[in-house]
Nanobody
């Protein structure tokens, strides 16, 4: 099995910054890509940012220029640096990963989710 553990959420004032971390652990052969999603109350889960093992990144339109995703392949860790936070960034942030596992008889990539971490931006 593979586990994703997020940390770094909390309460911050609008205009402030916050850094999220996510560590993947368990039966991992390699991590192909890691992502951050978020879900606000009453809204659908949306992609915030993603990073592939080769370093290429992509961002949701609402966070471009404010959020930066980075990763440490050796530690199976992804970070999300969030700056110029807005009240509309308030959501539960979830880590997601495409993983090649060492589980027997498993071929290809499996997708895993973390439990989520709350980010609240106050006005």
């Amino acid at each position: 099995q593979v586990q994703l553990a997020e940390s770094g959420g909390g309460l911050v004032q609008a205009g402030g910054s916050l850094r999220l971390s996510c560590v993947a652990s368990g039966s991992i052969r390699s991590v192909n890509a890691m992502y951050w999603y978020r879900q606000a109350p009453g809204k659908q889960r949306e992609l915030v940012a993603g990073i592939k093992s080769g370093g290429s990144t992509n961002y949701g339109d609402s966070v471009k220029g404010r959020f930066t995703i980075s990763g440490d392949n050796a530690k199976n860790t992804v970070f999300l640096q969030m700056s110029s936070l807005k009240t509309e960034d308030t959501a539960v942030y979830y880590c997601n990963a495409d993983v090649s596992t060492t589980q027997p008889r498993v071929v290809g990539l499996l997708n895993y989710w973390g439990q989520g971490t709350q980010v609240t931006v106050s006005s």
